[in-house]
């Protein structure tokens, strides 16, 4: 790894004063003292963590003043899941969001997107990006890259896999430079299990790679104990991220981002996008990508100040 540059930190510092010991009864008011009526809480909906948003000002106060480091998932987090990769668009105003929030705190996004792809997507400079679950890790001044001796055996798996799943319709194999998506949202439901078999057979005739699940979705990856909690924790350390002024936010909503809730437990927080949050190890929960929107520019607003 290249020795890393400083990301921009822009203004960034303490929180303002007032935040720090800000706390509200849980989806009684917002921060803004206004009723956030969307976001009432129930018995269930507790069980599985408070809402960010609606219990934002908690938030607030959970980060005791600490400088927030922004890990962000793409697909699901920031975008809404779309029937092909290159459907999740972001929205105009969420990427000024993310602009903004660049220029008070560090952010990455960490995505399951080849590195070029989700780079592309979001549209920003000046943040780190790692796409490939954070084998392929691009910012200023830093750029690592996790099994590249892996690179002949995906091949070999692309090949096999489109030779043995294009009897299936609907099926989308998608090469990434370190892992290759095979997309069954637009399979027919009893075809899908016929592609989990492909999948599988392929995987078990290649020791150096593995079969890695998600939403309507299987990867095959290097076989390496890699994944986006290692990446992030990597990243910590690299952009002398680790002491205790800062304190790791990530937000995602899947199972590949359970990895990076786990990594930073009891140094961060992890922010689980969905409707199921039932087994999560984040703390924090919000509904879907447009609660995610709403929480990053209040943080935003938040961090600035305002
Ligand atoms: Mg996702």
């Not at 924790?233 to 002491?243: E, F, M």
Request: charged fraction near 25%; aromatic fraction near 4%; charge should be negative.
């Amino acid at each position: 790894m290249s020795s890393p540059s400083r990301l921009r930190l822009g203004s960034a510092g303490p929180l303002p004063a007032g935040d720090r010991t800000e706390t509200h009864p849980v989806a009684q008011a917002t921060d803004t003292g206004r009723p956030d009526t969307g976001n009432q809480e129930t018995g269930a909906d507790r069980a599985a963590g408070p809402s960010a948003l609606a219990c934002f000002g908690d938030f607030i106060a959970a980060l005791a003043g600490r400088r927030p480091a922004l890990f962000l998932d793409y697909d699901g987090t920031l975008v809404p899941l779309a029937p092909r990769p290159e459907l999740a668009v972001l929205d105009e105003a969420v990427r000024g969001t993310i602009r903004r929030l660049s220029a008070l705190c560090p952010v990455a996004v960490v995505s399951g997107r080849d590195l070029d792809d989700v780079a592309r997507m979001v549209g920003l400079e000046g943040l780190v990006y790692a796409g490939s679950h954070g084998f392929d890790i691009r910012g200023p001044g830093l750029r690592t890259q996790i099994g590249q001796e892996y690179l002949g055996e995906l091949e070999g798996a692309d090949i096999d896999l489109r030779a043995r799943l294009a009897a299936i319709p609907g099926t989308l194999v998608e090469r990434k430079r370190f892992a290759i998506a095979i997309h069954t949202r637009q399979v027919a439901p009893p075809d899908k299990p016929a592609v989990a078999a492909v999948v599988r057979s392929v995987a078990a005739e290649r020791a150096q790679l593995r079969v890695t699940g998600g939403k309507e979705i299987l990867e095959l990856r290097p076989n390496l104990p890699w994944d986006k909690g290692r990446a992030v924790l990597t990243l910590l350390d690299a952009l002398g991220l680790s002491g205790e002024g800062t304190v790791p936010l990530y937000l995602g909503d899947d199972e590949t981002d359970e990895d990076a809730f786990r990594a930073l437990s009891g140094r961060g927080f992890g922010i689980r996008v969905g409707d199921d949050t039932s087994g999560t190890a984040a703390q924090w929960r919000l509904r879907d990508p447009a609660e995610a929107a709403r929480f990053l520019d209040r943080l935003a607003g938040r961090l600035a100040g305002s």
